[in-house]
């Protein structure tokens, strides 16, 4: 009787039907392994609370619906299509919650398909080469604390084109000039320069070789903003 519950509309002898033990078993693995991969992504990561609870229940969710469609291909297209949608009512992540989203997803992908014995393996093996390249900082640009974004302010009489070349021959590896924009009334100009410190340490010498030249007008040094981190 309890089967009956349990059993689609649409079934036939053709069909074959998944047992409640069975489904269980794999949405127990699925919830397991979600848990896992969440554990895994708090480390040394920024998280909300959300995304932390969704990647926990992602796995689980696939694999209920690779084992819903499974051996029925046009099901299966019309639900890929309905996951390819997902894309476009969420905010842009970074690269590394878009992967840690693929890994849940396949680990309920495998799950769905009824290999749990792999979806196990998967799930270890990518949570730990995930910790691994974040303990040992895989990718991390060593010097990026020397590439700075400097803001300068002069008069308008001065010549900006070569006026600081020298003091950037001496304290910086290279330069650029990004923006020239005219302020107050056009009285002045605002530099704006790309550059690649020598030293991090000689930061103040140069800004204090900057002010005697541009008659201590406003001077702003902040780190140059990335986006290594977004797909």
């Not at 649409?10 to 969440?38: A, E, H, P, R, Y």
């Not at 040992?136 to 640009?141: A, I, Q, S, T, V």
């Not at 604390?145 to 003091?167: G, M, N, Q, R």
Request: hydrophobic fraction near 50%; charge should be neutral.
């Amino acid at each position: 009787m309890l089967d009956q519950w349990f059993k689609g509309l649409f079934d036939s002898d053709l069909v074959t039907v998944i047992s409640i033990t069975d489904f269980l078993l794999c949405l127990g693995f699925s919830l397991g392994l979600g848990l896992i991969m969440s554990l895994t992504y708090m480390v040394r990561t920024r998280y909300t609370k959300s995304f932390v609870v969704t990647l926990a229940l992602l796995p689980a969710v696939v694999c209920v619906v690779i084992m819903l469609v499974n051996g029925n291909v046009g099901t299966g297209v019309a639900v890929a299509g309905a996951f390819s949608l997902v894309r476009f009512r969420s905010v842009p992540g970074t690269a590394k919650e878009i992967c840690a989203l693929f890994l849940a997803m396949g680990a309920g992908l495998i799950a769905g398909m009824g290999y749990l014995g792999f979806s196990v393996l998967f799930t270890v093996v990518m949570c730990v080469m995930f910790l691994l390249y974040s303990f040992l900082d895989f990718g991390e640009k060593r010097r990026a604390a020397t590439y700075k974004v400097l803001s300068v302010t002069i008069p308008e009489d001065l010549d900006y084109s070569e006026i600081f070349d020298d003091i950037f021959r001496e304290f910086t590896v290279s330069h650029s000039l990004s923006r020239v924009k005219s302020t107050n009334m056009g009285s002045m100009f605002k530099l704006k320069y790309n550059v690649v410190l020598r030293d991090p340490k000689r930061e103040k010498e140069m800004i204090d070789k900057i002010r005697c030249r541009n008659g201590n007008l406003e001077i702003t040094v902040s780190a140059q903003e990335t986006v290594g981190a977004e797909l």
